[in-house]
């Protein structure tokens, strides 16, 4: 089955967004397979076999080009798989017809749901009782010192934190309307804050913030959602399965690139002159807030105001087939590109 028709992603089972993706997988009725990655790194699957050495997941692949941050995995599925046979994932508001709120909803998914709500979640895991060398790898991730400690001696701070985004969102869903943005289906806004706030309501010690008789419709929203999902994996319970490392690797650098990655022109003109860029120069991408401990770097190939796409080393894949170069993806929102020189590419870690 080619990664064209069913993508390949990346990620362990406890990954919020991990079930993000698989949600927004399940809504638009994309089959897919999963490599089960480490809940830390050294992760062979994606640094080994595919040469990939970005640590943060979901990553998903569409043939030959990787997608990183589940921000452009949703709009390159949006792109690649078209409505109507799959259900889009931006659905206009009910009566009014147009483009479904997509910028918007973009914004608010990695603004609110992937930055404010998902670090609210961060700082509620019970991380007393969590293994000291996860701690540390998290420290790492973050890029600072966390006093794991006081994190949760201001558990009932974060609490009443909480209950004021609860609160926010039930003012918006008060009028009885089944979708966050009133919708016929559910959208990315949806999606954005479902799967923060179900791993927050996963935690014992949070689950009685989410009280019906305080957030009736918030929590009837929740319900329903997760209603639809399970009613979504039961028509179809073979949509998401799992595949080997290896042999999602041989499909991957078996698999054509798409062509063009972006459009023309690939390197847009005025953003390569901002950045300080050439087509066909080496450059580094790293996030901005957490996991830039590690930096990706590629071949500058394709550059908008959107992404910024990389053309890996050629490499062989498992089981010896010929050598193939990899396209990967990022958003331009949330990462740092930069050229690099020639000294210093040797110095850092190659893809």
């Given at each position: 089955?080619?990664?064209?028709?069913?993508?390949?992603?990346?990620?362990?089972?406890?990954?919020?967004?991990?079930?993000?993706?698989?949600?927004?997988?399940?809504?638009?009725?994309?089959?897919?397979?999963?490599?089960?990655?480490?809940?830390?790194?050294?992760?062979?699957?994606?640094?080994?076999?595919?040469?990939?050495?970005?640590?943060?997941?979901?990553?998903?692949?569409?043939?030959?080009?990787?997608?990183?941050?589940?921000?452009?995995?949703?709009?390159?599925?949006?792109?690649?798989?078209?409505?109507?046979?799959?259900?889009?994932?931006?659905?206009?508001?009910?009566?009014?017809?147009?483009?479904?709120d997509v910028g918007l909803q973009k914004a608010f998914g990695m603004f609110y749901g992937d930055k404010n709500l998902f670090g609210l979640g961060f700082r509620l895991l019970p991380w007393t009782r969590v293994p000291r060398a996860l701690q540390e790898d998290r420290k790492k991730f973050m890029g600072r010192d966390v006093d794991f400690e006081?994190?949760?001696?201001?558990q009932s701070v974060t609490h009443s934190t909480l209950a004021s985004h609860l609160a926010l969102i039930e003012e918006q869903l008060a009028d009885g309307r089944t979708w966050f943005l009133d919708t016929d289906t559910p959208g990315y806004a949806d999606v954005s804050l479902h799967f923060a706030l179900t791993w927050m309501r996963s935690f014992r010690a949070t689950r009685p913030v989410f009280a019906p008789a305080q957030y009736p419709f918030t929590v009837a929203w929740l319900n329903n959602l997760d209603a639809l999902l399970t009613q979504k994996r039961a028509a179809a319970p073979h949509a998401l399965t799992k595949i080997s490392g290896a042999d999602a690797a041989r499909a991957i650098f078996a698999a054509p690139v798409l062509d063009p990655p972006?459009?023309?022109?690939?390197?847009?003109?005025?953003?390569a002159t901002r950045l300080a860029l050439k087509p066909g120069a080496r450059v580094s991408?790293?996030?901005?807030?957490?996991g830039k401990e590690v930096e990706t770097i590629g071949t500058l190939v394709a550059l908008s105001r959107e992404e910024v796409v990389l053309e890996t080393e050629a490499r062989a894949a498992p089981g010896g087939a010929g050598p193939a170069a990899l396209r990967v993806h990022f958003p331009r929102l949330g990462y740092v590109v930069v050229a690099v020189g020639a000294a210093q590419t040797e110095a850092r870690t190659k893809l």
């Open positions: 089955m080619s990664p064209l028709s069913s993508p390949i992603y990346y990620g362990y089972d406890a990954s919020p967004f991990v079930s993000k993706l698989e949600t927004v997988l399940l809504l638009r009725n994309i089959p897919a397979r999963r490599v089960q990655v480490a809940l830390t790194p050294p992760r062979p699957e994606l640094s080994t076999l595919l040469g990939i050495p970005y640590r943060r997941v979901p990553l998903l692949a569409l043939g030959r080009d990787v997608y990183v941050d589940t921000f452009l995995v949703t709009a390159a599925l949006e792109r690649h798989f078209p409505a109507p046979r799959h259900p889009t994932i931006f659905p206009a508001r009910r009566g009014k017809g147009g483009s479904g006081a994190l949760a001696q201001q972006l459009g023309a022109p690939a390197v847009d003109p005025l953003e991408v790293r996030p901005d807030d957490t």
